[in-house]
């Protein structure tokens, strides 16, 4: 593939949408919260990290899941698989705080983030 | 840095498919514009992006090329430009191609 | 209870639903939950204190595209504001007293003969200090793809029809730099002072969608 698929420029799609929800919407606080995170750790106070690393670890989220996740969730997805990278947050205790997080919502966790069963193992 | 392409340069950018994070869209490479601005030395995007210093600095352009150079069937004006910035290690002198 | 936000009322679709529902009567995301504990653990390591989270989102609320209508408001009534705006933004900003941050931002001017569009194709680069967070058909795959291929008739979608002895001039923000669009002045606005001019120009016009809204 010599075109990567974040590389859109000229391709054939649908229409615009000018008018649509998302025109004036504002952002969920969550998705706010994902820009003020990403804006601190990348200040020139910290320089944990770039907007050119945010922008290459969404990239390398692969096609399919790149289409598949909203924009802030692309950020946040990037923004902790660098900040993994660069030791400032370990897998272990991200995956209990998250659950913690999850427990402690007054209505749960959304069920298709649940591990699968039935799939292959590797 | 010295920009090695001064305003009114015709530059080509390069038809390079690098696999990693570049800034230069696939719809430009392989074809020919004008330097219309030298906007200043930038850090390297291509190292910045895995953890690298971005050093050295390279000069970053902006490039004004006719759209309807850019796109076989283009149905839009002969008038029409699509201006993009592109970093020099991105870019050849053109100036012996004719148009 | 003075707002009964308990979702007990039957769903009649004659009125939509508002678009900030409660957002706790929603289950988690993954991705939300790993905001949540990504901000918590960045607080706890001592990386970035609550106050610093909190001031960072008091000021992503603060931009709005009243700032850079203010400064097409200027440039419309004073010339010699708009040179020093088309070399350099940030510095014209402050003239204002605007923060327009620390990324470089370049005017592009429409005149008679030329209208100006910005598309970021790569990612969704958007000159956010001085007009706010990106509207979701900004960042959508149809404008980022279509919009360099066909801009005419992506303008055509946003009801801009632009003549064909008009150049369309499309910017791709694809590096360090962020775009943005001073329009042209509405005719009939003539009487009008800065302020009420400032009321013309909307987000869409500085991103080059639209034109400036007309006069009256």
């Known amino acids: 593939m010599l075109r990567r698929h974040h590389d859109m420029g000229g391709l054939e799609a649908g229409p615009v949408d000018p008018f649509g929800p998302g025109a004036e919407h504002d952002y969920a606080p969550w998705e706010k919260k994902v820009d003020a995170i990403l804006r601190l750790v990348s200040d020139q106070k910290r320089r944990i990290m770039t907007v050119d690393e945010l922008r290459r670890g969404i990239e390398e989220l692969g096609p399919g899941v790149y289409d598949e996740l909203s924009y802030y969730e692309r950020w946040i997805a990037s923004v902790t698989n660098n900040l993994i990278e660069k030791g400032v947050i370990d897998i272990d205790e991200l995956g209990r705080r998250m659950a913690a997080v999850t427990e402690a919502w007054p209505a749960g966790g959304v069920t298709e983030a649940e591990p699968k069963t039935g799939g292959e193992s590797t | 840095m010295s920009a090695r392409f001064a305003v009114g340069a015709r530059v080509s950018v390069r038809a390079a498919f690098p696999p990693g994070h570049v800034r230069t869209p696939f719809f430009i490479r392989g074809k020919t514009g004008v330097v219309t601005a030298i906007l200043g030395p930038y850090h390297n995007p291509e190292e910045l992006a895995y953890g690298r210093s971005g050093e050295p600095a390279l000069p970053l352009y902006r490039v004004s090329f006719h759209t309807a150079d850019l796109w076989r069937d283009y149905d839009g004006s002969t008038k029409d430009s699509t201006v993009v910035d592109v970093y020099e290690n991105w870019l050849d002198d053109a100036s012996g191609e004719k148009n | ?216």
């Not at chain 3, 001073?182 to 005719?187: L, S, Y």
């Open chain 3, 1 to 216: 209870m003075a707002e009964d936000h308990t979702h007990d009322h039957p769903h009649d679709h004659k009125h939509p639903h508002p678009f900030q529902p409660d957002l706790e009567d929603k289950p988690l995301t993954h991705y939300q939950a790993m905001t949540e504990a990504v901000g918590e653990l960045l607080i706890e390591k001592g990386v970035i204190t609550g106050d610093e989270l909190r001031a960072m989102l008091e000021l992503i609320d603060s931009k709005s595209p009243a700032a850079g209508a203010q400064m097409v408001a200027r440039a419309w009534v004073d010339p010699a504001f708009k040179e020093r705006m088309l070399d350099d933004v940030l510095a014209a900003a402050e003239e204002l007293g605007i923060d327009a941050g620390g990324i470089p931002i370049r005017a592009v001017e429409n005149t008679p003969g030329v209208h100006n569009v910005i598309v970021c194709t790569l990612c969704s680069c958007y000159p956010r200090q001085l007009i706010g967070l990106p509207p979701d058909w900004y960042k959508a795959r149809s404008y980022r793809s279509r919009t360099v291929r066909e801009p005419r008739k992506v303008l055509a979608e946003f009801g801009t029809v632009i003549p064909e002895d008009v150049e369309v001039r499309v910017h791709d923000s694809t590096a360090d730099l962020r775009y943005m669009v001073i329009p042209e002045r509405p005719a009939g606005s003539e009487d009008l002072d800065e302020a009420a001019l400032a009321g013309l120009v909307t987000r869409d016009c500085m991103i080059g969608v639209t034109l400036a809204k007309a006069a009256g």
